[in-house]
């Protein structure tokens, strides 16, 4: 235990002395923002869908939710670098080094990332949603943001999990980036097909729209698990290459 609280302090000064995360963070921010003020206007404009509206009000924590497709991109970028950098600039081997313990080392990294990603997360949901209450007008309620927010602080976290494992098991930023988006972003909306019930399952079966339903309270523990689930495979994976493959 002692050991391993050394690696995540290790892996904790390396993460914040890493201009990149800076960036990622405030993008994720400025997206949020953009992204609440975006969608808050389109309630206002009445083009959003029913599934929104609470007793015929918009709740200022859904607009947050909404936002966070455009937010979780730069989470998704700070996640997966905090692995894939290591093998881009050759650190791997110094962090071997200093952590030979393969294991435990992505478990500093994926312990270090899910802290960052959900504390930063609530901040973005709380911004998100600061952002879009007054746009929302009469129309808007604040109830539920808090609860809101976390929800989404523990998927950022989770799905910086998963991020972290696929980066150690595919180990270059770019196909690792593309795998994510093609499980979160891509794929899923291509899959629901009205009237085929195969693919839409197959669909709800993915990171993405898991997430969906556990941040829209529909299904919301069948989402979370399922999310997980990809997490720790993801994390399973990573651990196998990296005690399989030479750094």
């Known amino acids: 235990m002692t050991r391993l609280r050394a690696a995540i302090g290790a892996e904790w000064t390396k993460l914040w002395t890493t201009r990149t995360v800076w960036w990622a963070l405030l993008s994720a921010l400025v997206l949020m923002a ?39 991109l ?27 313990a393969r294991g435990r080392l992505l478990l500093a990294k994926c312990a270090v990332v899910a802290a960052v990603t959900f504390v930063t997360g609530v901040v973005a949901g ?4 600061l952002v879009a209450r007054p746009l929302l007008d009469d129309l808007g309620t604040s109830a539920g943001v808090l609860t809101q927010s976390l929800k989404i602080g523990l998927y950022l976290a989770v799905l910086g999990i998963l991020a972290v494992g696929l980066g150690a098991a595919l180990r270059g930023p770019v196909l690792t980036l593309v795998v994510l988006l093609l499980l979160i972003v891509v794929v899923p909306p291509l899959l629901q097909v ?3 019930a195969v693919l839409n399952a197959v669909a709800d079966a993915m990171p993405g729209v898991a997430g969906n339903h556990f941040l829209e309270g529909d299904s919301p523990l069948v989402g979370l698990a399922i999310v997980s689930a990809w997490a720790i495979a993801a994390v399973l994976a990573g651990r196998a290459v990296l005690q399989r493959r030479d750094a």
């Open 34 to 72: 953009a992204g609440a003020g975006q969608y808050a206007l389109y309630a206002g404009n009445g083009d959003l869908p029913a599934s929104v509206f609470r007793d015929g009000l918009v709740p200022a924590g859904s607009i947050a939710v909404l936002a966070l497709s455009f937010a979780q």
């Open 74 to 100: 730069a989470f998704l970028a700070l996640a997966m670098l905090a692995m894939t950098s290591e093998f881009s600039t050759g650190t791997i081997r110094s962090s071997l080094t200093w952590v030979p």
């Open 126 to 129: 709380l911004l998100g949603s």
């Open 194 to 196: 009205p009237d085929i």
